[in-house]
C-alpha cells in the first residue's frame, strides 16, 4: 500500500498531475479552449500557463478538430499533448480525427509513425444543462479499436492514472466529471502511477458483483453500505480503466458471487454494461446464479428540468432496486 | 427612423435587460438549473437585427439567446420558466436556457453547440427557396463560432445554395475567454465573407439604429437577390460568460467601463427623450419591471413537468 | 405474401426507391457528394438528376457537416431529405449534426420542430481499401437515443425498408453494403413497404439462433444450409433493422432453440452481439442451454493486405465455428 | 534552372508516370486491391512542390499520392507492392494504395479522409517551432477539401500559432464529379487565404519550373517568418477520380484533350531538349523504364504478409 499523505480535491489531484509530468518532461504541452487565462471552466489546469508560458498552454480557438488535429501532429513530432476537450459532448466534433487519425495512424503506418495523445474531458451529466451538455458517450470509444478510456472515481486514481496516461504510448481519453471534482480524498506526498488497465475492488462481497467507474462508484458505495444492514454482501468493483477492460478481475468476482449488477451513467444500448454482462456469460455463465441486471439512464436524452433529471440520472434507490432483483430472484 | 421603431427598439431592449436581470437574480439566489448566458451589452445587435426581420422570416441562434427569443416575440413568462425547467417553459422546460424553440413566432432553435446551427441555416435558407416562400433566415453566431468547421461548411453551402441566409456574428469581443483577435489573424470578423465569394458587413453592434437600417437593408437584399450576407456587429456582453464567470480574469475592469459607457439602452433612451418623448420611456420602463416582475412571480409558481414527459418526441 | 414480379439487383431495388418516393412526394430531396452527374460511386443514384432535376438531386462539396446539417434544415422545414454519406468512415465527419442536432432537435423543443431526415451511406469492408475505408460503426448510433438504425441484406428488403425510412418521422440511418449491390433478388411489381423494426426469420430451425444482418445474412445461410447436412437446424434471423431491435422475435427464438449466435461485420465490443446476448440473458437466461458466441471481426483496424482482409473480415467458417462452440457445448 | 535541378525534375516526373502507368495496368489485370488514384497529368505540381523542399521538411498529402511519395524518396518498389497489399510495401501491405507513410525521408503519412491531415499539419508545424527545428511542413489537399471543415480549423491554427506550414491545394478542377466553380463561389481558391490572414498565391500547376520556383520562395519565407503560406497550383488530372472511373460523365473529351496538351512531363522535355541534352533524357527514360519494370516484378513476387501482422501497432 502506498503511504498517503495530503487530503486533496479530484480537481487540484489532476492540476497536480499536469502540474508534475509538465515539470518532468518539456513535451508535455497543454491545448484547448479556456484552459490558459482562464485556468479551465472548473479550474482543473489553473495556474499552469503563469508556471510553463503559453507555448505549452495554448488556448485555442472553438475549433475541435482542429484541436485534436493538432494534438495529433505534435504527437507525431514526439510531444506529449495534453488535449482538453471541455465536454464529452463535444466529442462528436471532433470525433474524425479521433477516430479516423488518432487510432488509425500508427496502425495504417506499420508502427512508422505514432500519435500518442491524451484528451481530457469533463463528463457535466445531471445538472440542468439539457441534451447537448450532460453525454456521457464512454461505449463509443471502447467500440473503436485503438483508444485507452480512462474514468476514474476518486482523487487518487485521477492523478495516477492520469500520469500514466501522460506517459503512455497510446491514445487515451481521459474522462473526468464535474460532480468529482470537489470531491476530496488522500493521496501520497511523493511520486506515483497507476496501471492503466486495472479495476480495483472497491469493497470484497459475496453476494453479488456490482461493476461501476466515475460518478457512479460512491452512489453504489453508498448503496452497498444500506444493503449491508440487510444482510446483502455487496462486491464493488471500480472498473477505473474501461477499456482495456480488467475482464479478469470481473469474471473472477463474479464466478465468487455468482450474480452481475453491471451501473453506468451512460446509455445501456451497447453500452459498457452490456459488454461485461456479455463478457461473463460467454464465460463464466454457468456460475451465474441470477440473470444479469443492466442499470443506466434511460434511452432518451437529458431532460433540462431539474424534476426530469432527478428521475433521469442514477441514483442510489435505482442501484439497490436493481442488487435487490438479483438478489432475490433465488 | 420614425418613432415608433425607435420605441420598439428601445421597449424591446428595456423589456429584455430586464428580463436578464431578474434572471440573473434567480440565478444568485440557487434557483436556476444548468448555467446562464445573458445578452446584457448586446440588446442592439440582437433586437436590432430581429426588428429589421419580416413576417415569416426565420431565425436561428445561440445558448445566448433569451434576448433573441424575447425579441421575436415570445413572452418573458414561458422564457423565464424555461430557464427554471418548468413545465410552462417554452420548450416545457425539456429544454432549458440553453435550447428554446417557438417556429410559430420564426424561433427554430438556439444551439448549444458552437456554429452547428449554420449549416442547418443552410438548409432552412434553401428550403425557403424550394417551397418557394419570399422569406430569409437569419443565424447568429458568436465571434468564437467563426473558426468553427460548421461555419465554413455552412456559409459555404449557403452561397453555393442560394440560399437567403443572412448571417449574423455577434462579436462580443471574447469567446469565454478568447479575445476575438488571438482567434484569428484577420481584423474584421467580415472579411471572411470574402472566402465564401459572398458581401461582408461590418455593424457598431451597440447602436440599435444602425444595427437596425444596415440589417433591414441587408435582409431585403438577400430576400431579393437569394444570396447570402455576412454581418459582422462589433458588440460587447458586459458580464460573463455565464452567470458563474465573475471574475473575467481574461479581462481589465476598464475596458468593461469603457464599453459599458456605450451601454444601447442609455444611448436610445437619450435619443428618444431628444426628441421630446420622455414619459414614453417611463411608461416602457414601468410596464417593463412589472411584466417582468410578473413573469418571474408565474415562473417561480409553475409546475415541474410530469415524470412522463421525458419519454416523448425523441422521435 | 406479396406477389412477385421482377427480378432486380440491391442497387436498382434502391434506384427504385428513390424514384418512387420522389416522383411521390415533391418534398423528397437527395443531397451528397457525386450522386448527381456522377450517379453515385455505386450508381445508385443514377438518373435520378435526369429526371427529378438539380433543385431536387443535389451534389455537394465535400463537407459531411454541411451535407447532415443542410438535411435537418430541409427537414425542419418539411422537405424529405435523403442525404448519402458516402461511407460510414464519414459519419464521424459529420458525428455532431448527426448526435447534437439531428437527434435532439425534436426532444429538447417538446416536440415542436422536428427533423425526420433519412442518411444512407454504403460499407465497403473487405474491399482492400483499408482502415479509413472499412468501417461499419452501427453499434454507435444504437446506443445514441434516436436513431432509427436500418441495414437490410437484399433487394426486397432495401427497396421496402428504404421507402418506410423515407416516410418515416424518424431520423434513420441506412446501411447499405457494397457487397449487396450486384446482389439479385425478387421484388413485386406494384408498390410496397416493410415495417421498420422488425426481423425476419429467413429459415427455420430448433438447435440454434442466429442473428445477423447486411452482408453477414447471406454467409450465416450458406454456413445453416452445410450444418443442416451435419443435422444441425440452424433458425436464421435477419434483424434487417437494427433499432429498434425486434427484440420478441429473438427472444422467441432463443426460448425455442436454447442457444444463441450473433454474427455482425461491426466490431464486437459494445456491439449488435453484446446487445442482443445481454437482453437475452436478462430476458431467457434459463433456457440458454450453452453460453452465448459472438461473431465479429477481431477488435482492430481493418487492414488493407488483400491477405490480411481475407483472415480479417467474416467467414462461412468462422460463422460454423461459432455455431458448433454452442452446439457441442452440450 | 540549373540543368541538374530540371534533369531532377523531369526524371522524377516520368519514373511517377511510369509507374503510375504500370499500376493502372496492374489495375486493369486485377491485381489491385482496393482502389487506386492516380496523379498523371498533375506531376507538375506535387514533384515541383517537393523539389522545393530542404532536408528535414516534412510532408502530408492525400490518398493521391503514388507521385508525392516517389518524389519524396520512396523507391517505387515499396510503393507498388503497398499498392499490392505485400509484406514488402512501405507500410507492410497494412496501410494500402491510400495510406502511405516514410518519415525517415519526409513523408509523415497521407491521408484518404478529405482535408484531415491540416490541422495535423499545423500540430506538426508547431512541433518544429517548439522543437527549434527550422524546417517546415508541407500539405496537399484537393480542391474539393478546400470546402471541409478541416480545412478551415486547420489553417486558422496553422496562422494563430505561427506554424511553418505551407498549404498546396492540388486544384486539378475536380472533386471526382464536382467541378471547383459549383463547389464554391470563389474564383481562384489561393483567395481563401485572406479567410485566414496569410498570404496565398497562385501557380500554373502545369509549369514544374514555375512551381518549383514559387513553391521554394513560398517555403523560404515561411521557413523564415514562421507563417503559413496558401499556393494554389491549377492543375488537371488526365485520368478518372480513380482507375475505375473510365466514362468520366462530369467532364468534356474535349476539355481533357485540351488540358493533356499542356502535359507537364512534354513540356519539360521541349524545353531541356532546346538545351541540348536530349540524350540525358533517353538515359533517363530508358533507367526509368527498367526501373518500373523491375519495381513491378519485385511487388509481384513478394510474399503477403503474415497473419500475426494484423495485431500490431494497433497501439
Ligand atoms: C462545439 C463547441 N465547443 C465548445 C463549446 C463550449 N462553449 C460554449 S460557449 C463558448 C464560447 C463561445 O464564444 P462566442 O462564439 O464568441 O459566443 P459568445 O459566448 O461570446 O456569445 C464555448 C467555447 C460549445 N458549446 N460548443
Ligand atoms: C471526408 C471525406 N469525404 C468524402 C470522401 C470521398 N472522396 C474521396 S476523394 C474525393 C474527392 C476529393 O477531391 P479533391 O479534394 O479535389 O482531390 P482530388 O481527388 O481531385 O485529388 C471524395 C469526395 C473522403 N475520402 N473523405
Ligand atoms: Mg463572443
Ligand atoms: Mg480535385
Excluded at chain 1, 81 to 105: G, H, R, S, T
Excluded at chain 2, 17 to 41: D, F, W
Excluded at chain 2, 103 to 119: D, H, K, M, R, Y
Excluded at chain 2, 205 to 213: H, L
Aim: glycine share 8%; with cysteine.
Amino acid at each position: 500500500m502506498v503511504k498517503m499523505g495530503r487530503i486533496v480535491t479530484f480537481a487540484s489531484a489532476l492540476n497536480e498531475a499536469l502540474y508534475e509530468e509538465m515539470e518532468r518532461d518539456e513535451r508535455v504541452i497543454l491545448l484547448g479552449e479556456d484552459i490558459g487565462v482562464f485556468g479551465g471552466v472548473y479550474k482543473v489546469t489553473k495556474g499552469l500557463l503563469e508556471k510553463f508560458g503559453p507555448s505549452r498552454v495554448i488556448d485555442t480557438p472553438i475549433s475541435e478538430e482542429g484541436i485534436i488535429g493538432t494534438a495529433i501532429g505534435m504527437a507525431i513530432m514526439g510531444l506529449k499533448p495534453v488535449a482538453e476537450i471541455m465536454y464529452p459532448d463535444f466529442l462528436p466534433v471532433c470525433m474524425n480525427q479521433l477516430v479516423n487519425n488518432a487510432v488509425k495512424i500508427k496502425y495504417m503506418s506499420n508502427g512508422k509513425v505514432s500519435s500518442p495523445i491524451v484528451v481530457r474531458t469533463c463528463i457535466i451529466q445531471g445538472r440542468g444543462s439539457g441534451a447537448t451538455h450532460s453525454q456521457v458517450l464512454i461505449p463509443i470509444f471502447m467500440h473503436i479499436p485503438g483508444f485507452q478510456v480512462i474514468a476514474p472515481s476518486n482523487p487518487y486514481d485521477a492523478k495516477g492514472l492520469l500520469k500514466s496516461a501522460i506517459r503512455s504510448e497510446r491514445v487515451t481519453l481521459f474522462f473526468e466529471n464535474v460532480v468529482l471534482y470537489q470531491k476530496k480524498g488522500e493521496i501520497p506526498d511523493g511520486e506515483y502511477t497507476i496501471p492503466i488497465g486495472s479495476a480495483e475492488i472497491k469493497r470484497k462481497g459475496k453476494d453479488v458483483t456490482i461493476t461501476c467507474f466515475s460518478s457512479t462508484v460512491d452512489i453504489v458505495l453508498n448503496a452497498a453500505l444500506k444493503l449491508e444492514k440487510e444482510g446483502i454482501e455487496c462486491e464493488v468493483i471500480d472498473l477505473r480503466t474501461l477499456w482495456p477492460l480488467d475482464e479478469k478481475t470481473i469474471i473472477e468476482s463474479v464466478k465468487k458471487t455468482g450474480r452481475i449488477v453491471t451501473v453506468e451513467n451512460s446509455w445501456g444500448v451497447c453500452g459498457v454494461g452490456s459488454e461485461i454482462i456479455t463478457r461473463v456469460c460467454e464465460k463464466a455463465i454457468d456460475y451465474l446464479l441470477a440473470p444479469p441486471v443492466r442499470i443506466s439512464p434511460p434511452h432518451i436524452p437529458e431532460p433540462a428540468s431539474p424534476a426530469l433529471v432527478k428521475k433521469y440520472v442514477l441514483s442510489e434507490d435505482k442501484v439497490i432496486d436493481g442488487i435487490k432483483k438479483v438478489i432475490e430472484y433465488g | 427612423m420614425d418613432i415608433d421603431k425607435l420605441l420598439w427598439l428601445y421597449k424591446t431592449m428595456v423589456r429584455s435587460r430586464y428580463m436578464e436581470e431578474a434572471l440573473l437574480n434567480l440565478y444568485r439566489q440557487g434557483k436556476v438549473p444548468g448555467t446562464l448566458h445573458l445578452s446584457i451589452g448586446q440588446e442592439a445587435t440582437e433586437v436590432g437585427v430581429i426588428a429589421a426581420m419580416q413576417k415569416g422570416d426565420l431565425l436561428l441562434a445561440t445558448y445566448r439567446s433569451h434576448c433573441p427569443a424575447l425579441a421575436i416575440g415570445i413572452h418573458p413568462k414561458y422564457i423565464i420558466s424555461e430557464v427554471l425547467g418548468k413545465a410552462s417553459g417554452v420548450c416545457g422546460g425539456i429544454g432549458g436556457s440553453m435550447h428554446l424553440s417557438e417556429p410559430q413566432l420564426g424561433l427554430i432553435f438556439t444551439s448549444a453547440i458552437v456554429a452547428s446551427q449554420i449549416p442547418v441555416a443552410a438548409g432552412i435558407g434553401y428550403a425557403l427557396r424550394y417551397l418557394k416562400r419570399d422569406n430569409v433566415v437569419v443565424v447568429f453566431v458568436g465571434d468564437g463560432g467563426v473558426n468553427n468547421g460548421d461555419f465554413h461548411e455552412g456559409l459555404n453551402f449557403a452561397a453555393i445554395l442560394n440560399a437567403p441566409v443572412v448571417v449574423v456574428i455577434v462579436n462580443n469581443q471574447y469567446a469565454i475567454s478568447m479575445p476575438v483577435h488571438k482567434s484569428t489573424k484577420v481584423k474584421d470578423l467580415a472579411t471572411k465573407a470574402i472566402a465564401y465569394g459572398i458581401e461582408g458587413i461590418i455593424v457598431d453592434g451597440m447602436n440599435p439604429i444602425e444595427v437596425y437600417t444596415k440589417a433591414k437593408e441587408a435582409i431585403e437584399k438577400v430576400r431579393s437577390n437569394k444570396t447570402p450576407i455576412l454581418i459582422e456587429a462589433k458588440t460587447y456582453r458586459f458580464l460573463g460568460h455565464y452567470a458563474g464567470d465573475v471574475d473575467q480574469p481574461y479581462r481589465s475592469k476598464e475596458e468593461v467601463e469603457e464599453w459599458k459607457k456605450r451601454d444601447p439602452i442609455l444611448y436610445l433612451r437619450n435619443i428618444i427623450k431628444e426628441k421630446g418623448f420622455e414619459s414614453k420611456i417611463l411608461e416602457i420602463e414601468a410596464e417593463a419591471e412589472k411584466e417582468i416582475a410578473d413573469a418571474v412571480e408565474f415562473a417561480l409558481n409553475s409546475p415541474y413537468p410530469e415524470e412522463s414527459k421525458m419519454f416523448e418526441n425523441l422521435w
